[in-house]
């Protein structure tokens, strides 16, 4: 009798080592279920202020409200007729355009100015970071306004320099409202980009400046073997960034036309206006979300190639 119960004992202990490591059924499953509950408010709010707008604009795409007959189901005739707009794609056009001359200029600020406050030759260095940045917690519509009434020729600063000299410059007129536009959107958002560019230089090890130091190199040769490097894939970042908020572009074509007379911005000036217009002025929805589903894929599809070819021979951090 001892001796079997010095066996169930061994085999009891030998056996226990498997049970600490394959925890019972149930206890799986009660973890798996507190799992969902942390996770459950996130997964509804998502899937009411973002995936069920996408279905709901996918149905408006299908439909058309014409004269007689009411909302009628026309499938895909939404997508056909968009593809043909001239105006959609006047302007898709602009909006590359503004991307293609305004990103890389507002980024090339954006570094330059990182790559000062970060050699830590620039006095006041914190107040520089809030005063560049404070720009972009300037809302939108209101950085319109006031830019508007800058460069406004009827009662703004260029107003006013064209009675002191007698000259005609009109910031806003249909030939360079686009290149104003570009001002305010660059005045905005170098700030954020700026940051994003920063906190990518702080997470350098200084060690690797001192090292190059040590070996006779000079601040630009620091700038050009290491921190630009190091700025590669927040460029990407920025990049993708400004590359939607250039497409989504609204509220500088949309305020502007109330402000200054001439400025040659259209009801269809960019894609967004566009489908703005065609839902709440001209009671075309169905087209509109056509034309809003269409402008996704666009921005989806470049923002997706330019993280590609970006990402492609990065290093692994």
């Given amino acids: 009798m001892g001796l079997a119960r010095q066996v169930d004992v061994t085999a009891s202990a ?5 049970a600490a490591h394959h925890p019972a059924p149930s206890h799986k499953r009660r973890k798996s279920q507190i799992g969902l509950a942390f996770i459950a408010p996130f997964g509804a709010l998502f899937a009411l202020v973002f995936i069920v707008p996408i279905l709901y604009a996918v149905y408006l795409s299908l439909f058309q409200d014409k004269l007689i007959g009411g909302n009628t189901f026309v499938g895909f005739a939404n997508y056909g007729k968009l593809f043909q707009d001239p105006q959609f ?21 954006a570094m330059a100015l990182a790559l000062a406050l970060d050699s830590m030759r620039v006095h006041g260095t914190r107040f520089m ?7 972009y917690a300037v809302p939108a519509i209101v950085a319109t306004l006031m830019w508007g009434f800058l460069l406004g020729v009827k009662y703004g600063l260029f107003g006013s320099l064209n009675d002191a000299f007698g000259t005609d410059l009109d910031p806003f007129a249909p030939g360079t409202t686009l290149i104003s536009i570009g001002v305010m959107v660059t005045w905005a958002f170098t700030g954020f980009n700026m940051l994003i560019f920063y906190a990518a230089l702080k997470a350098v090890p200084r060690e690797l400046y001192e090292a190059a130091a040590i070996d006779g190199a000079n601040e630009l040769q620091i700038v050009r073997a290491i921190k630009l490097p190091a700025l590669r894939g927040s460029l990407v970042v920025t990049i993708i960034f400004s590359i939607i908020g250039t497409f989504q572009m609204f ?3 949309q305020i502007l036309p109330s402000m200054v007379a001439n ?38 599809t470049v923002a997706y190639v330019v993280q590609i070819r970006g990402l492609r021979n990065a290093p692994d951090q």
Avoid: C, H, K
Avoid at 289 to 296: E, P
């Fill in 14 to 18: 030998m056996a226990s080592p498997d």
């Fill in 89 to 109: 794609w006047d302007g898709v056009g602009r909006v590359f355009r503004f991307t293609l001359v305004q990103v890389p200029i507002m980024l090339i600020f």
């Fill in 129 to 135: 970071r809030v005063t560049i940045f404070l720009p």
């Fill in 251 to 253: 509220n500088e074509p």
């Fill in 263 to 300: 400025s040659g911005v259209t009801t269809f000036y960019t894609p967004n206006l566009y489908a703005y217009n065609l839902a709440f002025t001209g009671s075309q929805q169905g087209y509109a979300a056509a034309l809003a589903l269409v402008m996704a894929a666009i921005t989806i």
